[in-house]
T-cell receptor, first 116, second 112 residues
Framework: GAGVSQSPRYKVAKRGQDVALRCDPI?????LFWYQQALGQGPEFLTY????????KSGLPSDRFFAERPEGSVSTLKIQRTQQEDSAVYLC??????????????FGPGTRLTVL | AQSVTQPDIHITVSEGASLELRCNYS??????LFWYVQSPGQGLQLLLK??????LVQGIKGFEAEFKRSQSSFNLRKPSVHWSDAAEYFCAVGGDDYKLSFGAGTTVTVRA
């Protein structure tokens, strides 16, 4: 079956521009996660959704970052007024049930954002 | 909070040789431990996971890992490496919620 998909795969933005990154989770998956992976680093947690509810946004680096999942499926991560330090790969993951450590997270290919 | 250290940034191994990747974690209780592999342009793929029970865990692609509580380690091994195993490998730890904490990764290069 189809896995997690993300679009665009690559995004180049000028500093100060707004960007929107899309994630299509595996159909029927309740939980959705966003991670940020800086160059040479492992992924770092940004935010977590259970269906349409954003239960945890503790990892969002600033109020310029905003995520939504209005119908409990597709999610969008928006970054306003992008800065060079926002350059990273943004990974989306989904899992079948309500988030717990035992539930496997399935990752998409990521969106590589470069801010010039 | 939990954390992971992967001491080796880069490992080069000959095809057919054995491979061991080190992972040390920090967590106060029994951790949930994972190994993921990331090939260029691909998402993270789960190789194996440990929750409880047998401390030697078998995964996909011929990989295994051993949980050693006394050493706070969860090292990944493969007896005979194939060229297709060249990738970046991430160890991750989960606690009592949904958050995963990842190490910085180990890049594996396979030479012919």
């Amino acid at each position: 079956g189809a896995g997690v998909s993300q679009s665009p795969r690559y995004k180049v933005a000028k500093r100060g521009q707004d960007v929107a990154l899309r994630c299509d989770p595996i159909s029927g998956h309740v939980s959705l996660f966003w991670y940020q992976q800086a160059l040479g680093q492992g992924p770092e947690f940004l935010t977590y959704f259970q269906n349409e509810a954003q239960l945890d946004k503790s990892g969002l680096p600033s109020d310029r970052f905003f995520a939504e999942r209005p119908e409990g499926s597709v999610s969008t991560l928006k970054i306003q007024r992008t800065q060079q330090e926002d350059s990273a790969v943004y990974l989306c993951a989904s899992s079948l049930v309500a988030g717990g450590p035992a539930d496997t997270q399935y990752f998409g290919p990521g969106t590589r954002l470069t801010v010039l | 909070a939990q954390s992971v250290t992967q001491p080796d940034i880069h490992i080069t191994v000959s095809e057919g040789a054995s491979l061991e990747l080190r992972c040390n974690y920090s967590y106060g209780a029994t951790p949930y431990l994972f190994w993921y592999v990331q090939s260029p342009g691909q998402g993270l793929q789960l190789l194996l996971k440990y929750f409880s029970g047998d401390t030697l865990v078998q995964g996909i692609k011929g990989f295994e890992a051993e949980f050693k509580r006394s050493q706070s380690s969860f090292n990944l091994r493969k007896p005979s490496v194939h060229w297709s195993d060249a990738a970046e490998y991430f160890c991750a730890v989960g606690g009592d919620d949904y958050k995963l904490s990842f190490g910085a990764g180990t890049t594996v290069t396979v030479r012919a």
